[in-house]
């Protein structure tokens, strides 16, 4: 099966920071990755599908890039309502990665 | 607000059975693939299978093939992930979510709030 190992674990940044978090699969997923985050007690929320495309409704700070096998998601600026679980998603098989815990 | 309703809190015991729900409007619901998925304290989510809410078409994780069973009520719009015996190893998060529209590797747009299950004896 696909693995997704996505990193870090858990990132402390500050207001207005630039944050960047990682997905690797371990075979390439042409650009079939999305992106979520989820606040505690809450649904996860789609950010980012195809690797690269904004879901419509979220900010235009949150972006992604990456094809193959290297994926990344960017915060541009953190804010305050950022901090939360983000998590990515290979969409072949669905496998998912570990998460990162972003707090500020 | 767009929105997937899940069933509430279930404490089982081991051997028992038991079905969880995910219910939607029928403008979200209709003729759409609906996916579950498992989170385990402490590990990433998981993929349990999924199914087309028109003609009960399911994919399986083969990992959790024989071990749940997902069905859907159309009528009612209504979504079920359901096991006939529980292990103490199946407590877990339960999260419904709809496939977004279009090809299949566009992730999952709607998500239901999750069912936590607890088994034990």
């Known amino acids: 099966d696909i693995q997704m190992t996505q990193s870090p674990s858990t990132l402390s940044a500050s207001v207005g920071d630039r944050v960047t978090i990682t997905c690797r699969a371990s075979q390439t997923i042409n650009n079939w990755l999305a992106w979520y985050q989820q606040k505690p007690g809450k649904a996860p929320k789609l950010l980012m599908y195809e690797a690269s495309i904004l879901e419509s409704g979220v900010p235009s700070r949150f972006s992604g890039s990456g094809a193959g096998t290297e994926f990344t998601l960017t915060i541009s600026s953190l804010q305050p309502d950022d901090i939360g679980f983000y998590f990515c998603q290979q969409c072949d098989t669905y496998t998912f990665g570990q998460g990162t815990n972003v707090e500020i | 607000e767009v929105q997937l309703v899940q069933s509430g809190v279930e404490v089982k015991k081991p051997g028992e059975s038991l079905k969880i729900s995910c219910r939607g409007s029928r403008d979200i619901f209709e003729n759409r693939w609906i996916g579950w998925m498992r989170h385990m304290p402490g590990k990433g989510l998981e993929w349990v299978g999924r199914i087309y809410t028109g003609d009960s078409d399911t994919r399986m994780n083969p990992s959790f093939e024989g071990q749940v069973t997902i069905s859907v009520d159309k009528s009612i719009n209504t979504a079920y992930l359901q096991w006939n015996s529980l292990k103490d190893s199946d407590g877990a998060i339960f999260y419904c979510?709809?496939?977004?529209?279009?090809?299949?590797?566009?992730?999952?747009?709607?998500w239901g709030q999750g069912t936590t299950v607890t088994v034990t004896s």
């Open positions: 979510a709809r496939r977004k529209m279009g090809a299949f590797y566009r992730g999952f747009d709607v």
